[in-house]
């Protein structure tokens, strides 16, 4: 008799946008003439930047000889892709951050997933509400939530986030270990300043807490003014672990790369107060459960920092934020309070109904498929959450379905 992990027991049995597939899977089924147009899951839909698939091509055809075949790569990640990023997204910005304190992984959902790992069973971890899903779930999965009641877990301290505070969390009014951060933020579209960044900064140094921050968006940024990265707040290096994506930066998200920071300066507690660097804890975890992205994957995702990949990453992205003021300003003529969009591809619009309610109406009615805010917590009740991932036309047409939908 195998003993199971109970605490997945306490999980909702499906993951958010496994149920959003089904829900929109049955709709199908039953009104197979309908076109769906998905707007839900932030899924990119572009071809790669023409520099990232010239990259991706030589690459591949270095594996078929042997004289330049690769095998097994640098466990952290080949050094050629991690000295590009140390340098263009972070010491051209003055953050302090080294080659060697990059992590190339397959993806920000692992890493964010997985970090958790590297902590105490009991430790008090603060958690935005709302919030991309993995967060929470992966605490939960690790034993760090207790009873769910009314929708929240106990012993999870939850930060919300709401239109009273422009959907960027307070400070916790208890003490916590860990906290994660998102911005530009994931499912609102909400962005930090760098003066309210460093008030997280400050409180973290001050009560030796742990930033876990989820940047897989900044490339949506358009405010100049606003950080790109933790580590251009000082003092972040001591408390901060930095995640990073070329999901939705280059149309990554079949393909797959992505990086985390783990400064050196970063260091965690054992029970006797010593400490440990967190850095050769990770380099520890991911070299005994990970054997890294392949070679022609990470040539492809060099070459966005070339000249021309620049230049073509960022048509890709402007190509995106253009949907996305169609959609806010659409969305705004048509009643509905929203924010988001404007340095984030995600808008968040407020819907005068129950969210799962106002998702169903707009796949039945519209065929059009968003993402109920319930489904990234409780303060995500009475929203939706509007991707900009997709074609214009779509985009386009969607807004025009939606405008059709009677109570929509
Ligand atoms: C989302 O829609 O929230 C994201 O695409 C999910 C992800 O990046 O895993």
């Known amino acids: 008799m195998i003993r199971i992990n109970e605490n997945y027991l306490k999980l909702k049995p499906t993951y958010l946008f496994s149920e959003i597939s089904k829900r929109v899977n049955a709709f199908r089924e039953s009104s197979p003439d309908t076109e769906i147009i998905r707007l839900g899951i932030g899924d990119v839909t572009k071809a790669l930047p023409q520099a990232c698939l010239d990259a991706f091509h030589r690459a591949v055809d270095e594996m078929s000889q042997d004289s330049t075949f690769k095998g097994y790569g640098p466990e952290q990640g ?62 939960v999965m690790s034993g760090r939530a207790g ?34 951060l998102c911005f530009p933020n994931n499912p609102t579209g909400a962005a930090i300043t760098r003066e309210h960044l460093k008030v997280w900064v400050d409180y973290a140094r001050e009560h ?18 606003l950080p790109r990265s933790i580590y251009e707040v000082e003092g972040a290096r001591e408390i901060a672990i930095e995640f990073r ?25 054992d029970a006797s107060g010593d400490r440990h660097s967190l850095h050769a804890f990770w380099n520890r975890r991911q070299s005994t459960m990970f054997n890294g992205v392949s070679y022609p994957v990470q040539r492809a995702a060099e070459a966005v920092y070339s000249e021309e990949g620049r230049l073509q990453v960022r048509a890709l992205t402007d190509y995106y934020m253009g949907n996305a003021s169609l959609i806010r300003e659409k969305i705004k003529s048509l009643g509905y309070p929203c924010t988001g969009g404007e340095n984030s591809p995600y ?9 799962w309610g106002f998702f169903d109406l707009l796949l039945s009615k519209a065929g059009v498929v968003c993402t109920p805010g319930a489904g990234f917590g409780r303060c995500g009740e009475g929203y939706i959450r509007i991707s900009a991932f997709n074609s214009r036309e779509n985009a386009e047409r969607a807004m025009e379905r939606i405008a059709r939908v009677p109570n929509a």
């Open 78 to 139: 080949y050094a050629f892709l991690r000295e590009k990023i140390a340098e263009a997204d972070y010491r051209s910005r003055g953050a302090e951050v080294s080659a060697d304190e990059i992590f190339i992984s397959d993806g920000a959902k692992c890493d964010t997933a997985n970090i958790q790992e590297l902590f105490a069973p009991d430790i008090r971890v603060a958690i935005p509400d709302p919030v991309y899903p993995v967060y929470l779930d992966t605490n």
């Open 147 to 180: 009873d769910l009641t009314d929708g929240r877990y106990d012993n999870i301290v939850y930060l919300d986030c709401t239109s009273d505070n422009g959907f960027v969390p307070s400070l916790p009014r208890e003490k916590v270990d860990v906290i994660y």
């Open 208 to 225: 030796k807490a742990l930033i876990l921050y989820d940047a897989a968006y900044e490339a949506f940024i358009r405010d100049p003014s």
């Open 245 to 269: 994506s070329f999901s939705k930066t280059a149309g990554f998200t079949g393909t797959r790369c992505a990086f985390t920071v783990v400064p050196k300066s970063c260091m965690g507690y």
């Open 347 to 355: 808008i968040w619009v407020r819907t005068g109904m129950d969210s």
